[in-house]
């Protein structure tokens, strides 16, 4: 304890995904004394990820070199093939595209959050005890303990401010921390994607049948076209040990433009003729679940630090979406190590910033700045969405001409390859072009038809919710509307994953309220059915915080 | 700091283990014991010394050699260090004065044998005597200050003081603070809450649970019986001998008469709902 009455560590690791759980590990390693705090019941039960976990060639570091016995303990299966499907209705063109997904990769594993990061957080738990420190779980940290204006410590609330010499924030895309700090905001909905995801039952011999795959193989399967209308973005599934992944993720700008109810794309991904076979008859969903990435080329931030505050994973924006592959679990572990040597490299030093200043000079060093956020990208940005040439490319691609010379078998290879080139899917604009109108051309110009039926039924939303654990802060909800009309966050009915227009168990409602004679319609909100996804913070007016340590929703899968 | 936590089994008076005959008797043999609920508080505490100043913790209980699955699972959610169990049939039908004295007797031994206590914890009333007298009896007997409705507590080893929220009981609740020396007793409140707010508190706590985990498990090497003679007690203070509570007749509580008669309707039930709001109809308008 020091003079000043504050419990003080060495080091604090504020969240224990796999971004805090790499730089605990590491500070631990380097002896630091690291107390970690995780706002869940346990590590993982916050936790939603679409699925894949990669360990690139050029990284510093893995997960699985940082914690051994990753692999064989905390993942589901390896993939082995990956393929994408262009859907025109029921025509499908499928490329294989294991080349880009092997490039630079060592090996990729599906993951189920709750038993990864529950499985991580063990491993933490043992290495941070031993150097004097530890995790501790239903810990909520609600912002920064400052002094002089300098950033000190961490403030909870279910314990009293702590010092620290180091901070390393890596709780997640809604980082408190970071917004505390001034370096993230949550104002524009086109630096976001939106995911949902379904984690369905299927027996692992069916897996293995299905997928014509053997005991200890994988696959992935991406989605993009027509299926999901205007909405840009695209669907994925990827095989667990005993379940499927299913999920869609879209650009949060592009939801909110369209008016889509998320969970009615994902609907139209589950039901669509070429999920039929692999679902089979039985469709038991285990969980429904939501969350927000970061699109890390506009918002991973340069400069990710401030005093003694370093932003590690999601909550520094880290998470790439090279085009149809996204990438962030690898990147946090990547960064939260990275943080860590570079806190154990500047020790002793009078400047509170040194490890910082190190940090983002080791993130650009290592290159991995360079893959989160090309400076190419930010340069052809400027291009690729002005709105002349996105209209010049989409009308000629709706002509006969432009689609007959997608569908000669000269651009079949070219396209093959255009997709398996890790330039090229990182360039391609965030326009409907690249989303939609490509691939639901070749899909009708290339595709096969699918001819069976599907009698997938998914629950409905309502359901979904009720399936869900919740330990509910009643009279406490986390969010508060700031304002309540339609034109400022109208917006959360429709794009909020746990609300829809005409559903009344939802988050968020659009009511009609009489007054004096005036009909007018208010938004209101429930905080109850929240699955703390964010979305509502980027595109309604609120006052968004995460519950206290241990409350609200507690996923099982993640 | 060194403390003892007394706790007695008592019947599990829960909605499915909870067993009556025709009569409205409690039927003992078909209705599992369980540690008395109330006491869990004073574990609490106990467990709250601990972790924040380090030490020992020993629970205590007096009752037949069933009761040892009662100190197990005290042991396990207290995190116990050991467990004494004081159990003989002179012991049998005791009331709260004979319990006492032999609480007390037991308490003696440990400090001249074993160690001597700054705290003793007891838990407010059993779920089956609901006398509330057994704690302060056996304080009287020590003759330490006792501080009784505890539901919050601070100990300052240095000092050797603690001090603590009582809940003092009125038309308004109210809560008063107060200071003892050491050692004393403490009866907790079921309104008790320990607190845990410093980071090294909780790490010590999710310590003390892993290294207790094993333990529980052979909880019985952790285990001392004493019967009467260990403890140096005559039989003629003890047990039914030693009870001056006569208890002269028991009445049964007659049943609640049910006056109104209840009809149940199934939500999805249209019709029945339709008579439902029919019937609701002329209160709707607030007769």
């Keep these: ?558 | 700091m060194r403390s003892a936590v007394l706790t007695k089994g008592v019947p599990d008076f829960s909605e499915g283990a909870v067993s009556f005959d025709e009569d409205g008797h409690l039927e003992r043999g078909k209705t599992p014991t369980v540690m008395n609920p109330n006491d869990a508080f004073a574990l609490e505490a106990a467990l709250q010394t601990k972790v924040r100043h380090g030490g020992h913790v020993s629970v205590m209980s007096m009752g037949p050699p069933g009761y040892e699955s009662v100190l197990q699972e005290a042991m396990a959610s207290v995190y116990a260090d050991d467990l004494y169990l004081l159990s003989d049939r002179e012991c049998a039908a005791a009331d709260t004065w004979a319990t006492a004295i032999t609480l007390c007797s037991a308490l003696e031994k440990y400090q001249e044998e074993v160690r001597k206590l700054d705290l003793v914890f007891a838990g407010f009333k059993t779920a089956d005597g609901e006398t509330g007298q057994t704690g302060p009896q056996t304080c009287w007997g020590l003759e330490w200050p006792i501080v009784t409705h505890a539901i919050a507590l601070d100990v300052d080893p240095d000092e050797r003081t603690l001090r603590a929220k009582r809940l003092v009981e009125g038309d308004v609740d109210e809560i008063e603070t107060v200071e003892a020396s050491l050692p004393c007793v403490v009866v907790t409140d079921p309104e008790f809450e320990p607190t845990y707010r410093k980071a090294s508190h909780r790490l010590e706590h999710k310590r003390l649970r892993a290294e207790t985990e094993a333990r529980a498990e052979s909880y019985d090497e952790h285990l001392t019986t004493w019967d009467h003679v260990d403890m140096n007690l005559d039989p003629d203070y003890i047990g039914l001998d030693g009870s001056p509570t006569i208890v002269s007749s028991v009445d049964p509580i007659p049943k609640a008469p049910s006056e109104r008669e209840a009809t149940m309707i199934e939500p999805d039930d249209r019709d029945g709902m339709e008579r439902l709001l029919e019937e609701m109809q002329p209160f709707a308008a607030g007769d």
């Excluded at chain 1, 400052?146 to 390393?168: S, Y």
Aim: with cysteine.
């Design chain 1, 1 to 558: 304890m020091a003079d000043d009455g504050y419990e003080h560590y060495e080091a604090i690791v504020v969240g224990c995904g796999p971004g805090g759980a790499a730089a605990a590990s590491r500070l631990a390693d380097h002896g630091i004394e690291t107390l970690v705090l995780e706002r869940g019941v346990e590590a993982g039960s916050k936790n939603v990820s679409g699925g894949l976990i990669y360990a690139e060639e050029s990284a510093p570091y893995t997960i699985d070199e940082l914690f051994p016995g990753f692999r064989e303990e905390a993942t589901e299966r390896p993939v082995t093939d990956y393929y994408i499907h262009n859907v025109s209705g029921r025509k499908v063109k499928t490329y294989d595209l294991t080349d880009l997904h092997e490039h630079d990769t060592d090996w990729c594993d599906a993951v189920l959050r709750r038993t990864m990061d529950g499985w991580l957080e063990e491993r933490v738990h043992e290495k941070t005890s031993e150097t004097g420190g530890g995790v501790l779980t239903g810990v909520r940290v609600n912002g920064l303990l400052r002094e002089n204006g300098r950033i000190v410590g961490v403030t909870c609330d279910e314990l009293d401010p702590i010092t620290a010499d180091f901070v390393v924030a890596a709780d997640g895309v809604n980082s408190e921390l970071a917004r505390d700090a001034g370096l993230m905001d949550w104002e524009e909905p086109d630096e976001w994607f939106q995911g949902v995801k379904a984690v369905v039952d299927v027996d692992p011999d069916a897996i293995d049948s299905r997928f014509s795959i053997g005991d200890g193989e994988g696959v992935a399967h991406l989605f993009s076209g027509d299926l999901f209308e205007d909405v840009r973005g695209g669907g994925f599934l990827y095989t667990n040990a005993d379940s499927l992944s299913i999920g869609t993720v879209f650009h949060l700008d592009s939801l909110v433009e369209q008016r889509a109810e998320p969970h009615e794309l994902l609907d139209a991904l589950l039901t669509h003729p070429l999920l039929a076979g692999w679902l089979g008859d039985e469709y038991h969903e285990r969980e429904y679940a939501a969350k927000l990435v970061p699109d890390s080329k506009k918002v991973a931030h340069r400069e990710p630090y401030r005093d003694r505050l370093v932003l590690v994973g999601d909550a520094a924006g880290q998470m790439q979406a090279q085009g149809p592959i996204i990438k962030g679990m690898n990147h946090a572990v990547t960064a939260g190590a990275l943080a860590a040597d570079a806190f154990a490299v500047t020790r002793g030093n009078a400047d509170p910033e040194a490890a910082g200043r190190r940090y983002a000079k080791m993130l650009e060093d290592s290159g991995t700045m360079e893959k989160l956020r090309p400076r190419r990208y930010d340069l052809a940005r400027t291009v690729g969405e002005r709105e002349a040439v996105t209209n010049a490319v989409e009308a000629v691609l709706d002509s006969r001409v432009g689609s007959a010379a997608l569908g000669n078998p000269v651009a079949d290879r070219l396209l093959k390859r255009a997709y398996n080139s890790p330039l090229l899917v990182s360039m391609l604009p965030d326009t409907r072009t690249g989303y939609v109108t490509i691939p639901a051309v070749v899909g009708e110009e290339l595709g096969r038809t699918i001819h069976w039926e599907s009698e997938i039924e998914p629950p409905s939303l309502e359901e979904r919710i009720g399936d869900l654990t919740y330990d509910t802060d009643v009279g406490n909800p986390h969010i508060r509307l700031r304002d309540e009309s339609v034109e400022e966050s109208g917006a959360a009915v429709y794009a909020c994953p746990v609300s829809a227009e005409d559903f009344g168990g939802g988050c968020y409602r659009a009511e009609t309220v009489k007054t004096n004679g005036t009909e007018e319609t208010l938004v209101s909100l429930d905080t109850q059915p929240c699955v703390e996804c964010g979305t509502c913070a980027v595109v309604a007016d609120t006052e968004w915080e995460h519950p206290r340590g241990g409350k609200g929703v507690e996923f099982r899968q993640g």
